[in-house]
Each structure stands twice: as C-alpha cells, then as structure tokens.
C-alpha cells in the first residue's frame, strides 16, 4: 500500500474523478491530493472528504510547482487535444521532478508502434511525453488506453438502432474499455508495488472489427441493425456531426482509421490483471447503455 501522497490531476473530469473516488475507498483522505482548472466547482466534492485540493493549469507552472509539494505520486491524466499538448505535458514533468515527486502515472493512448498510424494531436505529444517522463530520473508508469466504451457512440451514432451502422470499414479490430474499468487500474498501480518503469496496454479481452459491430449491437439489444460501409467523405459530412465543434469530424475520422488499421486489436488481457476481474465488454456495456443518455464526450 503506498504510504506518500497522491495527488490526481484532472479530478474535475470523469476518468480522474472516478480514480480519486476508488482511491478514497482505499485510502484515507489526507493521503490524496486533486488538481482541477476550477476546483471550487469541479473539486468541492472531493474537498468536503478531507482531499486537498489546488488550483492548476498546465500552462501554468508555478501552480504546478506549488500543487506539487509533498506529493510522492502523481496520477497524470493527459490534457485534451487541439491544447499544444506538448507545452502543457512539459510543464506538469518539469515541475514534478523540480517538486521531488517520485512516481508519476500517465494515461496514454494506445498504439501499435511502426504503424504508420497517428492520431491527429495525439500520438506525437504522448510519444513526447512518455519519452520525457523515462528521461526524467522519476519513476513512471504508462497506462495505455484503448477508446472509452461510453464515447463509442461517437464513431457509430447515437440513433443506429433506427439509422444503422454508417461508418468505413476495415480489417483492424477494437477491444475498447469503460472508465470505470481504467480507473481501477490506475488505483492498483497507484497504491501496490511492482508497477514502477512499466507500460500497460490496457484493453478489453473482445476485440471486433467496425463491421461487427450492427450484428454485435442487435444482439444485444435483440434487435436487426442494419450495417454500412460508407467512403471517409460520406463520414466526414454525416448528419450526426452537425453542431458539434468544427474539428470533431476529422478527429474522429482519425480515430476510425486507426481501428481499422489494427492499432487497437491487441487484447492483453493486463487490464483484467491489474483489475481481478474481467473488463465489461461491449456486448454487456451497449445492452444497458445504448443508446447513449449523454451525448458528450
């Protein structure tokens, strides 16, 4: 059981909130730390346990430097994109390692290395990033995610039961996994020993193909789902994407491609070691939550 503080970043979001949540079952209070842009709203709930909590920007260093401070392990989780990533991730190593943090957690996204495969804002700045926190003299571990089953939709739509399966096809398979699932992974790394200096490719044990995933869906909601291999430009200007931010399309265009390439087929099966148990799989998952109640990511 680890006996320094921990501290979470990105508290005020869902996959640090949840991760700060398993820790507090775990450990007592004054053993965590939360980070957040605006804490007095995103953390309060954190903070009326006993966890303190700071406010930080990953641009701004002296925050981090001061957040820092007695910290021992940090659970780094990632900063969004289209952000310059690389800026932000920079400034949270630095100020770790100035701090006297001795282990720091990072969630990636996974990846098959020579691919030849990159995720659009993505892929170079994690690349960066696991490369400065190994040359940093701080221990690390890297949690490697696949896609979130709660945002699964965004690739299929919201309304397939009625619309279809609209979406390019490929040979590459998909194990994606729920936050809840990733969130009990880090508490394992974060509080047991054996993790320092480690890569963790974190999947599901089901991969499928993108053209699975109408007879997938219907049977598990008992369903006929109709399923269609469309161009990349009949999915660049789907309907689905209207009204969502201008950049969206594209990014989750690079997303597919990346299934469909195999980048994220490989099923380890270290989530499901580092967890106990067997991670939800997307036939369970979509037969109670789809289709979606929330719509964001």
Known sequence: MAAGKILVTGAG?????KTLDLLLEK???????AVS???ANKLKRFADKGVSTHKVDYFD???LLAAFQGIEKIMFIGAHAF?????QHYNVITAARQAGVKHVVYTSVQRQEGAGIALWDVTESDTFTEQALKASGMDYTIMMQPPFL??????????????GINIPFGKGKVAPVTRDDLAASNVTVLTEEGHANKTYKLSGNEAFSLAEVAEILGQAKGLKVASNNISEEEYLSWDAF???HEQLPNFRLAWVRAMNHGNFEETTGELERL?????????DYVSSNYPPVAKGF
């Not at 979001?13 to 909130?17: E, K, N, W, Y």
């Not at 450990?27 to 730390?33: D, E, G, I, V």
């Not at 709660?150 to 619309?163: K, M, P, Q, R, V």
């Open 13 to 17: 979001g869902i996959l640090g909130g």
């Open 27 to 33: 450990l007592p209070a004054s053993q965590l730390a």
């Open 37 to 39: 842009r605006d804490p």
């Open 61 to 63: 260093f002296d925050s």
């Open 83 to 87: 952000t310059d990533r690389i800026r």
């Open 150 to 163: 709660e945002t699964f939709f965004i690739y299929i739509g919201a309304n397939a039961l009625e619309e």
């Open 242 to 244: 209207k009204g969502q």
């Open 275 to 283: 967890i106990g148990r067997k991670p939800t799989e997307f036939r």
